[in-house]
């Protein structure tokens, strides 16, 4: 059975910190896909990245950085500089085969606080 | 952009009444989602569609039915409500199967179970 582990429940962080976000999955198939959600305190969620089993080639978007590992079957979220608007609970989840069609797994989610 | 739309942002019931939250998206896509999301629990995937007609349930279907007649909308039904139903309902689709798109959500809909 597929599971994804985000430990931290809630970090807090000065406005320009860098802070990094951490998930764990589990999954026996080979073919998988990693996401990373956005829920901001309005309530909907937003995609931020997906990634495949086959690319671990870490990616980065603005501020936004995130590191995939097989090895020790992580895939990490980290924010540089961050900003009060990056408050919100993150959420990673996982999709065994299609990305797509089938239902997605969630952690439970990291709630981020910045303050100012 | 993927617009996805959930009729109501908020609803109150009472227990033992039949409850219809609605769904669409106007993307023409292909596959449709039904989560709930509970504090210390994250989304739990309650059932799921990849064609009209189609259903399959998910982690958690007890207590709840589904219906899509046309492919843009996708019904949840509460069959008899129940306070452990109470919860935050959220919305999701994809494009199709083969492209591996990622699912686009909805506001969601906050129900209250009296």
């Known amino acids: 059975a597929q599971k994804v582990t985000q430990a931290q429940t809630e970090i807090s962080v000065v406005e320009k910190e860098d802070v990094t976000l951490d998930c764990v999955y589990e999954?026996?198939?080979?073919?998988?896909?990693l996401f990373w959600y956005k829920q901001p305190p309005s309530g909907e969620l937003v995609f931020l990245i997906r990634?495949?089993?086959?690319?671990?080639q870490n990616e980065i978007s603005g501020r936004y950085s995130w590191n995939f590992q097989k090895s020790t079957s992580s895939f990490n979220f980290t924010i540089t500089a961050s900003q009060v608007v990056d408050s919100a609970v993150y959420f990673c989840?996982?999709?065994?085969?299609?990305?797509?069609?089938?239902?997605?797994?969630f952690g439970k989610g990291t709630h981020l606080i910045i303050q100012p | 952009d993927v617009k996805v739309t959930q009729s109501s942002r908020y609803l109150v019931k009472r227990t033992g009444e039949k409850v219809f939250l609605e769904c669409v998206q106007d993307?023409?896509?292909?596959?449709m989602f039904w989560y709930r999301q509970d504090p210390g629990l994250g989304l739990r995937l309650i059932y799921f569609?990849?064609?009209?007609?189609?259903?399959e349930k998910g982690d958690i279907p007890e207590g709840y039915s589904v219906s899509r007649e046309k492919k843009e909308r996708f019904s949840l039904i509460l069959e008899s409500a129940s306070t452990n139903q109470t919860s935050m309902y959220l919305c999701?689709?994809?494009?199709?199967?083969?492209?591996?798109?990622?699912?686009?959500f909805g506001d969601g809909t906050r129900l209250s179970i009296l």
């Open positions: 999701a689709s994809s494009l199709d199967y083969s492209s591996n798109q990622p699912q686009h």
């Open positions: 999954t026996r198939d080979t073919t998988y896909y």
């Open positions: 990634r495949n089993s086959f690319d671990e």
């Open positions: 989840a996982l999709s065994e085969g299609g990305g797509g069609a089938d239902g997605l797994t």
């Open positions: 993307m023409d896509h292909e596959n």
């Open positions: 569609s990849y064609d009209v007609k189609m259903k």
